[in-house]
């Protein structure tokens, strides 16, 4: 497992829970996302109806599944937690839909890899409270229309432009969520310092935010491996330095790049000359799979300005041939 991976480890998912903030108020940066998810919940909550179906979109490891949790404990509603991979067929969602009941909410992750049929099901579901329940096969089939109690539901997607038109259009409120700033993720780290009773120093926590590629997971993660170091290799304190030397121990350099990132970068500048190129050769390369490239590797690189998507294909920006430490080539040197 890659230390920088912005997906949980098996073995992280409880210490991730233990971790989770449990309320708006202890949610960390995403200053816009919180403050339109109060004015959601708080009027539904006058109201006294289930607010509008939101959807989370936004890369791995920013919060959505805490966020998810956070509504629910908000709203007083029990929360049931699947994702678009796990329901293969129709009937799967319409067993789930049909034990709800009325205000609970239907967290559904990742749920761009929804299959098509459980989609369409869901968006009649989601609209008119009511599922279709085809009976029998062929010209005698017929569907049964269940009732669905008013319910609302959650998705949270890494890949918003994966979703069809009319499943996002069902979703009343949609919250973009961003990588986070240091600053941010520095008051992450004193947090789970705090909860997991770790003594860390500021400075030391400021690196560690810093090489984070702005997620909370990754911080987390990275202040855990930090303690481990610090517990064996020097006297359990995270200072500036033990930090420093911890982060070195795991390869992730001052601009919080890994191994994958660099060799991204690598072949963009050498192997192809900065490009373009498109993303399944650049994956090729670099021996990964295109949806780790797309979806771990490139949107931290876009972010730090390394690497540019452009229709032709993925280019290495001025920044990256200097990260690399390789010259840029003459023609090349007009294009910026
Ligand atoms: P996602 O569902 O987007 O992949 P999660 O909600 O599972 O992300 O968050 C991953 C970890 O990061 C959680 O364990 C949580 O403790 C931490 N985390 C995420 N966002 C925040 C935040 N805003 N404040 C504090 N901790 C956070």
Redesign the pocket.
């Known amino acids: 497992e890659e230390v920088v991976s ?1 997906y ?1 480890a098996v073995d992280e998912r409880d210490v ?2 233990s ?3 449990k309320s708006l108020k ?5 200053g816009r996302v919180r403050e339109q998810l109060g004015v959601v919940l708080d009027s539904a909550k006058a109201r006294r109806q289930p607010p509008d179906h939101i959807l ?1 979109s ?1 890369p ?8 998810a949790f956070i509504i629910a404990a908000d709203l007083g509603a029990s929360i049931r937690v699947t994702s678009g991979p796990a329901i293969e067929r129709a009937g799967d969602l319409a067993a789930m839909l049909s034990t709800l009941d009325e205000g609970d909410v239907l967290f559904i ?1 990742e749920i761009h890899r929804i299959a098509r049929p459980a989609e369409e099901l869901l968006y009649v579901a989601m609209e008119d409270f009511r599922v279709d329940v085809v009976v029998g096969k062929g010209p005698g089939a017929t569907a049964i229309p269940l009732d669905v109690a008013p319910f609302t539901l959650v998705g ?1 997607t890494t890949r918003s432009g994966l979703l069809t038109g009319p499943l996002r259009d069902r979703f009343g409120f949609v919250a973009h ?1 961003d990588f ?1 700033a240091d600053a941010e993720l520095e008051s ?1 780290i004193a ?2 310092a705090r909860l997991l009773d770790i003594e860390i120093e500021p400075d030391g926590a400021a690196e560690i935010a810093r090489r984070s590629r702005g997620t ?2 990754i911080a ?1 993660r990275l202040l855990r491996r930090a303690r481990d170091f610090a517990q064996v290799r020097a006297d359990g304190r995270l200072s500036l330095e033990v930090c420093r030397a911890a982060l070195d121990v795991y390869d992730i350099d001052e601009m919080g790049l890994d191994r994958l990132d660099r060799m991204v970068i690598d072949a963009l500048v050498r192997q192809f000359n900065g490009g373009p190129v498109g993303v399944s050769t650049l994956a090729l390369a670099v021996g990964e799979e295109v949806q780790t490239v797309e979806e771990v590797a490139e949107p931290f690189l876009v972010r730090a300005g390394l690497l540019a998507r452009t229709p032709r294909g993925r280019i290495a920006t001025r920044a990256a041939w200097e990260h690399i430490g390789v010259p840029l080539p003459h023609d090349e040197a007009r294009l910026f």
């Open positions: 912005p949980a991730e829970t971790l989770r903030p202890e949610f960390v940066g995403q989370l936004g791995p490891g920013l919060g959505k599944t805490s966020l992750d949270a969520m986070y992450v947090r789970s909370p997971r987390n």
